[in-house]
């Protein structure tokens, strides 16, 4: 995340913004929504049916889940929803969670 960037993050996320929204109590699409996601509870997305891998998963969204979960979503925990194959580049990731954060009213510490 030391060398993350803000723009290139937010210009990946395109791909991601066909199945979530971005803005705060923004709809849900086929993907729950994702305002404030770094380190929160995985699965607690009002309005939205997650699949009980995930949810069983259990535990945050830290940078190191986020970052697992966003390069093989289907290996990282089994059974899940998501259809995205994931981002291979470690700095597409770094880059996609960088702007993750800032989707936040109280952005988390950058560890």
Same mark, same amino acid.
């Given at each position: 995340?030391?060398?993350? =960037?803000? @723009? $290139? #993050?937010?210009?990946?996320?395109?791909?991601? !913004? *066909?199945?979530? /929204?971005?803005?705060?109590?923004?709809?849900?699409?086929?993907?729950?929504?994702?305002?404030?996601?770094? =380190?929160? @509870? $995985? #699965?607690?997305?009002?309005?939205?049916?997650? !699949? *009980?891998?995930? /949810?069983?998963?259990?535990?945050?969204?830290?940078?190191?889940?986020?970052?697992?979960?966003?390069?093989?979503?289907?290996?990282?925990?089994?059974?899940?929803?998501?259809?995205?194959?994931?981002?291979?580049?470690?700095?597409?990731?770094?880059?996609?969670?960088?702007?993750?954060?800032?989707?936040?009213?109280?952005?988390?510490?950058?560890?």
């Amino acid at each position: 995340l030391a060398s993350a =960037n803000f @723009d $290139k #993050g937010a210009k990946v996320f395109r791909k991601c !913004s *066909s199945c979530h /929204v971005a803005i705060k109590d923004g709809a849900n699409k086929i993907g729950p929504g994702l305002w404030e996601v770094v =380190n929160k @509870d $995985k #699965g607690v997305v009002d309005g939205f049916s997650y !699949s *009980s891998a995930l /949810v069983n998963h259990g535990g945050k969204w830290s940078y190191e889940e986020l970052n697992g979960f966003l390069k093989n979503p289907k290996k990282y925990i089994e059974g899940t929803k998501m259809s995205f194959a994931g981002l291979k580049k470690a700095t597409d990731r770094a880059n996609v969670i960088l702007y993750l954060r800032s989707l936040s009213d109280n952005p988390a510490p950058l560890e």
